[in-house]
């Protein structure tokens, strides 16, 4: 059983920045793809990014694509999502997911391939 815990989230002026980041614990954290949702008041939970278990390969939300970079540390068992230029529509409970197989070649968008998911960090950006 995987342990996920986000941090990082807070309140901040659309136009800035912040950093959240997932410690995880309870497996080998390097063999598995990593990735970040997020979930707004009365909506769906969505995609944000995704890394595959080197952190060679990242893939982004539409939405988030040159403002968000996701990044890992194998050796911290981390991974980090920073934001750039937030603007008040990034608004939302932002989750960190791992998936569920190991070492999978192809990262995957799709929420049901995410079999542990942390407790959520809140981000409201102001306008």
């Known amino acids: 059983q995987v342990q996920l815990v986000e941090s990082g989230g807070g309140l901040v002026q659309a136009g800035g920045s912040l950093r959240l980041s997932c410690a995880t614990s309870?497996?080998?954290?390097?063999?598995?793809?990593m990735g970040w949702f997020r979930q707004a008041p009365g909506k769906e939970r969505e995609f944000v990014a995704t890394i595959s278990w080197s952190g060679g390969t990242t893939y982004y939300a539409n939405s988030v694509k040159g403002r968000f970079t996701i990044s890992r540390d194998n050796a911290k068992n981390t991974v980090y999502l920073q934001m750039n230029s937030l603007k008040p529509e990034d608004t939302a409970v932002y989750y960190c997911a791992a998936d569920s197989r190991r070492q999978q070649p192809v990262i995957s968008v799709a929420s049901e391939d995410f079999g542990s998911w942390g407790q959520g960090t809140q981000v409201t950006v102001s306008s």
């Open positions: 309870g497996r080998t954290f390097s063999v598995y793809n």
